[in-house]
């Protein structure tokens, strides 16, 4: 017998996911262009001049810091949403009865959710450096690519961590955007951060895995630290990126622990229906 | 050399907490049969059956479907096995052929996707998306989509309900191709013309318990029952019936002879109504049916 290889299980997830995500209008939008709306508000309301305490243009501060949004939107809040529906719908527990692996499954829907995070920044960086002069440094781009692949794996594990922790589809988005909106403001997404700043809300920031995401992300962003060094190893982040693994090893390991294949009460408890004596 | 059943279970027992819902259940499927389990809601048909598909653990017994402990059985299991839930969706943006051909591409053996569609009669839906369909093409789509992968045991969960007359014919000359490939499939349904129809043997389960089993023609003492013959006499003048049979008599004017020897009382009756001049109007010959019987044996278990 001809048993699908699993790398052909997976990206047959990958592409059935992906036909699902284009066919939901929803969550394209709020996955690709919403982020593109922030980037056009902020650079309307401020002007695209430089932002005093920083050094860089408000497109230059914001497209990077609302691609690493997207990302984050398109694995975290739509990995939770959508699985933790599928699961409602009992189309999980339809996969758990295929000799499709669980592990198949998800890796189809965490690849599919990194393809369009990947969309999603280089839309948000497209439309940056051709509508509104956002520059790249060549030596930060090997920074820039590693930090996306790791921020893109840690917030997938922990998109299937809110989605396990999710006790339905309906709270998923409760769960997602009460953990996640809070964190993008002290993690400087929608506000830059200034001399303001005290430095416990920088910690309580720095402890959590949007703003190492965000800072390592804008770092290759910005002509002052481009101009360190040249060494593209030099502009590694290894604290911010260490932080991000950590996260992302200990939401997957929850996860894995946590994850449900069936709505809660798919054990059905409760009384046996009384035996009555009509056709049912 | 015996064949192994396709589906044993012995002393199968689950406990939800303090609710014994199934208990104490033996099956025992051949290769190739078609097997009906009956029981009212709640009864632990579909807790039984889940078990077997690997979707419930049980709390203890023993179970094996071709040979494999569902329980612990994966890939090799599920590769051999098709599952019709009642509660199951498959993404409805997908068109039905997208969705066949993505759980087609999850089994090593796989039916042809064009066959499956023409199979369920859903070739005018194939390039729809599935929100589209009414709620009986859905119910087909599942069917196929159990079929997928050829499987040589398959779970049928209420396959029918919601079916009206036409799709549930054409259903049941799905399930039995299936039965004449080889195939063996456990239904569970609350039709009793279904299982009359479709089952080569039935069980009837209770609170948790099998309390009959046999063929649809046999189960519960049904081919030995008593058999009613009804009639009404129309005459001009009083009569008297044979008084070795045993009349009921109803106020509209029915009578009904309740017998073991439908024959034998047949003749006495029409003997009778010859001789006197008398015609035997509406007459009836009953066999309970498996509605009666199934009936009669839940309302026994109830302490009715």
């Known amino acids: ?280 | 050399m015996r064949v192994p059943p396709a589906i044993e279970a012995r002393r199968l027992h689950k406990w939800y907490g303090d609710v014994h819902a199934v208990d104490a259940v033996n099956l025992t499927i051949d290769e190739g049969e078609v097997f009906c389990l009956l029981g009212p809601n709640g009864a632990g048909k579909s807790t039984t059956v889940e078990i077997l598909e690997g979707h419930r653990p049980r709390s203890s017994g023993e179970v094996s479907v071709l040979g494999y402990d569902p329980q612990t059985g994966g890939r090799p299991f599920r590769e051999r096995i098709g599952i019709v839930l009642q509660q199951q969706a498959v993404e409805d943006v997908l068109t039905v052929r997208e969705a066949l051909e993505l759980y087609a591409s999850m089994f090593p053996k796989q039916r042809s996707v064009d066959e499956l569609i023409d199979v369920v009669g859903l070739r005018p839906k194939a390039k729809r998306r599935i929100r589209t369909l009414s709620g009986g093409q859905r119910r087909r789509l599942e069917l196929a989509l159990g079929m997928v992968g050829d499987p040589d045991v398959l779970f049928l969960d209420e396959p029918t309900t919601g079916f009206d007359p036409s799709a549930r014919r054409q259903a049941w000359t799905v399930v039995e191709g299936l039965s004449s490939l080889g195939k063996t499939v456990l239904l569970t349904t609350h039709y009793m013309d279904e299982a009359q129809n479709l089952a080569d043997r039935v069980a009837v389960i209770s609170a948790g318990n099998i309390i009959a089993e046999g063929t649809p023609a046999t189960v519960g003492g049904r081919g030995s029952a008593a058999s009613r013959i009804s009639f009404r006499v129309s005459a001009n003048r009083p009569f008297d019936l044979p008084d070795d049979l045993s009349v009921d008599r109803t106020e509209d004017g029915e009578l009904t002879v309740t017998t073991t020897d439908p024959t034998r009382d047949l003749y006495r009756l029409t003997g009778w109504a010859l001789d006197a001049g008398f015609n035997l109007d509406r007459l009836e010959v009953r066999q309970p049916s498996l509605e009666d019987v199934y009936l009669e044996l839940i309302g026994e278990e109830a302490g009715e």
């Not at chain 1, 394209?28 to 508000?41: D, I, R």
């Not at chain 1, 995401?213 to 002509?223: E, H, K, L, N, R």
């Not at chain 1, 593209?232 to 622990?257: K, S, T």
């Open chain 1, 1 to 280: 017998m001809n048993r699908p290889s699993d790398w052909s299980l997976v990206w047959g997830q990958i592409r059935y996911q992906n036909k699902i995500f284009w066919r939901t209008p929803v969550a394209a939008f709020f996955t690709l262009v919403f982020p593109l709306m922030f980037l056009l508000v902020f650079t309307v309301i401020f002007g695209n001049d430089e932002i005093p305490d920083l050094g860089v243009t408000t497109a230059q501060f914001y497209a990077p810091a609302l691609a690493v949004f997207g990302a984050v939107s398109a694995t975290y809040t739509n990995l939770a949403i959508g699985t933790a529906i599928a699961r409602d719908l009992g189309i999980l527990k339809r996969i758990r009865g295929t000799p499709l692996p669980p592990w198949a499954y998800l890796a189809g829907r965490i690849g599919s959710a990194a393809y369009l995070a990947a969309i999603a920044a280089v839309i948000m960086l497209g439309v940056g450096i051709l509508v509104f002069g956002v520059e790249v440094y060549p030596e930060t781009l090997p920074s820039l690519v590693v930090t996306f692949a790791v921020g893109v794996a840690c917030w997938s594990s922990l998109g299937m961590l809110a989605a396990a922790v999710s006790p339905s589809g309906d709270s998923a988005p409760a769960v997602t955007n009460a953990t996640l909106l809070p964190l993008a403001f002290i993690s400087d997404v929608f506000i830059p951060p200034g001399p303001d700043t005290p430095v416990w809300l920088d910690t309580v920031g720095n402890i959590f895995p949007l703003k190492p995401f965000v800072v390592a992300f804008q770092d290759a962003f910005t002509p002052q630290v481009a101009a360190t060094t040249d060494s593209w190893l030099g502009h590694m982040h290894w604290a911010e990126l260490g932080v991000m693994v950590a996260w992302g090893v200990a939401g997957i390991l929850l996860a894995l622990r946590l994850f449900r294949w069936e709505p809660k009460g798919g054990e059905r408890v409760g009384k046996p229906a009384p035996v009555t004596a009509d056709k049912g």
